[in-house]
């Protein structure tokens, strides 16, 4: 058996692909900020880059991203779809790898569930819950 699995789930990623994922997500977020992907499905849209997650092979990563101020987040998925080899080539000049691997762009809705989350919590029936434990 490999040393770096685990049995019967995933691995941990190593520090070679948190540190490449750290300087992809870095690069995005610069790339993003400057405004230089002329798309209309991008333009006046402010993105978030929350994580960059890279395979084993360094070959492909997952770039999560969270459009902020309520825009359509359909139309700004397909517009980063569309411009996926053009960023790619940014980021090629951006960071200094051999290979930049393919991106596929996912949309982060770890707020949403958290908002989610918080409101169950701070609904009537869990704090009626939590005081009837307190009074006992």
Known sequence: MP??????????????QLRVGELIRHALA???????IRDPG????????????VG???????????????????????????????IRGRLARMVELRHIPE?????????DNYAQVSSLLNSERVRRDLEHDEDE
């Open 42 to 53: 991008l333009e006046g849209v402010a993105l978030t880059v929350t994580e960059v997650a």
């Open 3 to 16: 040393r770096n699995r685990k049995r019967g789930g995933r691995s941990q990623p190593s520090q070679r």
């Open 103 to 111: 991106i596929d762009f996912h949309l982060d809705s770890s707020f």
């Open 56 to 86: 084993r092979d360094l070959g492909r990563a997952r770039a999560y991203v969270v459009p902020l101020a309520g825009t359509d987040k359909d139309a700004v998925m397909k517009a980063l779809g569309r411009c996926r080899s053009f």
């Open 30 to 36: 610069e790339l993003f900020a400057k405004g230089e």
